[in-house]
T-cell receptor, first 114, second 113 residues
Framework: AQSVTQPDIHITVSEGASLELRCNYSYGATPYLFWYVQSPGQGLQLLLK??????LVQGIKGFEAEFKRSQSSFNLRKPSVHWSDAAEYFCAVGARSNDYKLSFGAGTTVTVRA | ETGVTQTPRHLVMGMTNKKSLKCEQHLGHNAMYWYKQSAKKPLELMFVYSLEERVENNSVPSRFSPECPNSSHLFLHLHTLQPEDSALYLC????????????FGSGTQLSVL
């Protein structure tokens, strides 16, 4: 079974600074990888996903993530953070695209200071 | 707005009460899901319905009873809950049964006293 670890529970970043959120997964084959964001009082929204091909994927809101098979990682990055990026971020892994058993990490809370 | 609406937004209930959570999706999707979100824990998949048929019951206690009368509506009936059941319950939908893209509702924050 697949699993996800998000090592950072909470990250504080200044507005305009860069952001990187770590995600490590465990799965024996090629995983399907996702990043979701949850703003306060809201459900989760898909930021980006990786299924195959180019290992650097672009998402919404200026986010990107890089799949590194050798490190079993799928880290999320944003070059310049806006106050509206304060939210909780979840990494998730699936075994294949038609598998509904998506495994989520415990999340990383991002605080943005002025 | 994601097109997935959950009601109520907040619910407080005693352990002997019976209540229901409702989820409605306006996206024409064929699959619907219930997830449980507890603080600082990974989301837990509870139930999956595909074309109104339950395809997954992820070892959920019988005090949680799902119902999917049609592809647009999903209910979670609650009875004799425990305080540890307090959590945010999220509904999601997808076009087909799969993880390619899930659309989530805003959730129902449940408190069991």
């Amino acid at each position: 079974a697949q699993s996800v670890t998000q090592p950072d529970i909470h990250i504080t970043v200044s507005e305009g600074a860069s952001l990187e959120l770590r995600c490590n997964y465990s799965y024996g084959a090629t995983p399907y990888l996702f990043w979701y964001v949850q703003s306060p009082g809201q459900g989760l929204q898909l930021l980006l996903k990786y299924f195959s091909g180019d290992t650097l994927v672009q998402g919404i809101k200026g986010f990107e993530a890089e799949f590194k098979r050798s490190q079993s990682s799928f880290n999320l990055r944003k070059p310049s953070v806006h106050w509206s990026d304060a939210a909780e971020y979840f990494c998730a892994v699936g075994a294949r695209s038609n598998d509904y058993k998506l495994s989520f990490g415990a999340g990383t809370t991002v605080t943005v200071r002025a | 707005e994601t097109g997935v609406t959950q009601t109520p937004r907040h619910l407080v209930m005693g352990m002997t009460n019976k209540k229901s959570l409702k989820c409605e999706q306006h996206l024409g999707h064929n699959a619907m899901y219930w997830y449980k979100q507890s603080a600082k824990k990974p989301l837990e998949l509870m139930f999956v319905y595909s074309l109104e048929e339950r395809v997954e019951n992820n070892s959920v206690p019988s005090r949680f009873s799902p119902e999917c009368p049609n592809s647009s509506h999903l209910f979670l009936h609650l009875h004799t809950l425990q305080p540890e059941d307090s959590a945010l319950y999220l509904c999601a939908s997808s076009q087909v049964t799969g993880v390619e893209k899930l659309f989530f509702g805003s959730g129902t924050q449940l408190s069991v006293l």
